[in-house]
């Protein structure tokens, strides 16, 4: 029977042979759902990149790159653009290659490199992730990029909409995920509602991007799986 | 206003400044249950240590120890006993020191070292321990022991079970105190039948224990508290 685990926070993956799983990457606000939304709309490839500095040496590479970091909720002088998901519209990315600075997201990517393939994963395409998901018949681990390594309650909520859509199929639950599937029952009548009482959210509302937040809870919004090819993140075909 | 936080894994215990914390320490399968138990009975002090080889050294200090170890849910031939709460009545350990072998409670009370204070938890003395907790206008830390460094849900939902008592006061939660209380609610009316459907549970059964899960899920049979002095666990008085 394959596994359907759960990873609470990136501290925990070395627990796991990743190499014997399907690594879904989460990091609901905001790089998971910027990338999905990214993939969707046309961008040949998003690199995630952990430091600004990393990102800003895209631009002597001298190709034609789109630079996206941010500080405190703002575009870093002499970006293209930050993480709002807004930026990763049709109009901007499409065609574009967009280098995209994730402290969270790159670190659990890091750590799970060594996995049979890496998606990426986001209440955007929740529904195309786990449709994908249920013909693959490999172990299935959802990691939770969490905040400086610790658990959050958004990625977590996610993993366990992803369990709720697997779980009729004949798999294995680990003790995170069941806490991630009941979590979700609890949340699930109204993520956003649920959400507003965890530090993080507080700490987004603080920097302004309340439009972000919402954008990032729509359900099944885009269909398109990034998927991990070297160090890009290209659409899954 | 202080801070009420659950650590879901010993992994994640290095992301907190255990110095500005009161720290509990988690392990209900069954260390802290036995601990408490034991030290209920009228144990001198029980001394917790990670290896079968570490315990049996006391025996060659030719001091009067009770030595406590098992694997594969046996006592290790030439020891007193196992991690059975049953083996921890007054009969057997009052008046004397038990060195119990227990590798992830010993794991999460290391790394815990240098807290303002170490006490241990178990639903044995839920109320006890909140009741004291109450008093200190401390930060509190709840660190669940786990699994092999890994998340279990016996441990949080005691974890959730402390952070009801607690919440009402004027205490900040992290997102892991949040989690640990929202399993409590789900799992709140019949404890036993919820953690059933956990893998850890099921390893335990497998090992011929289910008497002692029961007891280790019985609440408020005991009053003390046992804290860490030095590296002896002793009465909290």
Known sequence: MNQLNVCLSPALIPLYRVEDYIVVIIDIFRATSSICYGIENG????????????????REKGLDY??????????????????????????????KTVVLTTTNGTHALHLSRNAKQIVIGSFLNLSALCNWLKTQDENILLVCAGWKNNFNLEDTLFAGAVVEQLK?????????AIAANDLFQIG???????????????????????????????????????VLDGDRLVKFT
Chains 1, 2 share one sequence.
Do not use: M
């Not at 490839?45 to 040496?57: D, G, H, L, Y």
């Not at 009729?168 to 995170?176: N, T």
């Not at 965890?198 to 919402?214: M, P, V």
């Open 168 to 176: 009729q199929l004949d798999f294995k639950l680990d003790d995170g």
């Open 43 to 58: 961008a040949e490839a998003i690199i995630p990149v952990s430091q600004v500095e990393e990102c800003a040496a895209y």
């Open 66 to 95: 789109l630079l996206a970091a941010e500080r405190d909720g703002k575009v870093v002088e002499g970006f293209d653009f930050g993480n709002s998901p807004f930026s990763y519209t049709k109009e901007k990315v499409a065609g």
């Open 188 to 226: 699930k009548q109204d993520i956003s509602e649920y959400l507003k009482k965890t530090s993080h959210s507080e700490r987004l509302k603080q920097l302004g991007i309340e439009k972000d937040i919402e954008f990032c809870l729509q359900v099944d919004l885009t269909t398109a799986i990034p």
